[in-house]
T-cell receptor, first 118, second 115 residues
Framework: DTEVTQTPKHLVMGMTNKKSLKCEQH?????MYWYKQKAKKPPELMFV???????INESVPSRFSPECPNSSLLNLHLHALQPEDSALYLC?????????????????FGEGSRLTVL | AQSVSQHNHHVILSEAASLELGCNYS??????LFWYVQYPGQHLQLLLK??????LVKGIKGFEAEFIKSKFSFNLRKPSVQWSDTAEYFC?????????????FGTGTQLKVEL
């Protein structure tokens, strides 16, 4: 079982709706991530939070708004989405550390939230 | 920016056959390398990882991978596949930037193991 929990598992929304995806981890990890995965494609990085601060935004449209209320929680607020935004949204966390003189860290992924925009 | 290429997009094998999936990356600096697996309807799971040291790494479920620095490769192998290995396999490269850990995935290889 994954230790990264995402809710809801499935979400259907209209283009004028406002909804949120939630992610929680209790592994004490200080970095959290949002990825987007379209069918038959690899996950694509959207946002990285490090120590609760947004550190990487991969030029994601403003209709996606991330939020990190504390070190265990990560939200993705959705507003005015388009049908092409339908995808599996994956949350991940990692505890980056120095080993052998270099930074290392593996990402632990949640099961994802499958979003359908009508 | 780093990129990751997986040459085999679809692989079909019979049970007990040997498996090798290719992965190459394009970055000259220090990277962390991973193979993830995604079983149908399930979340991404880590198969194995390479940070440093012995270039031959062993992972879960009998998988192993070899890091060849001169070839920028990190190929995945398994001596004898099982039907339950049917899944999508992603090679991934992690690069630490000023903003944090950027994990980039290859395009994936869909493996189907037939009985």
């Amino acid at each position: 079982d994954t230790e990264v929990t995402q809710t809801p598992k499935h979400l259907v929304m209209g283009m004028t709706n406002k909804k949120s995806l939630k992610c929680e981890q209790h592994m004490g990890h200080r970095a959290m991530y949002w990825y987007k995965q379209k069918a038959k494609k690899p996950p694509e990085l959207m946002f990285v939070y490090s120590y609760e601060k947004l550190s990487i935004n991969e030029s994601v449209p403003s209709r996606f708004s991330p939020e990190c209320p504390n070190s265990s929680l990560l939200n993705l607020h959705l507003h005015a989405l388009q049908p092409e935004d339908s995808a599996l949204y994956l949350c991940a966390s990692s505890q980056d550390r120095v080993a052998g003189g270099q930074l290392t860290g593996e990402l632990f992924f949640g099961e994802g939230s499958r979003l359908t925009v009508l | 920016a780093q990129s990751v290429s997986q040459h085999n997009h679809h692989v079909i094998l019979s049970e007990a056959a040997s498996l090798e999936l290719g992965c190459n990356y394009s970055y000259g600096g220090t990277v962390n390398l991973f193979w993830y697996v995604q079983y149908p309807g399930q979340h991404l799971q880590l198969l194995l990882k390479y940070f440093s040291g012995d270039p031959l790494v062993k992972g879960i479920k009998g998988f192993e991978a070899e890091f060849i620095k001169s070839k920028f490769s990190f190929n995945l192998r398994k001596p004898s596949v099982q039907w339950s290995d049917t899944a999508e396999y992603f090679c991934a490269v992690s690069l630490f930037t000023g903003g944090g850990n950027k994990l980039t995935f290859g395009t994936g290889t869909q493996l189907k193991v037939e009985l």
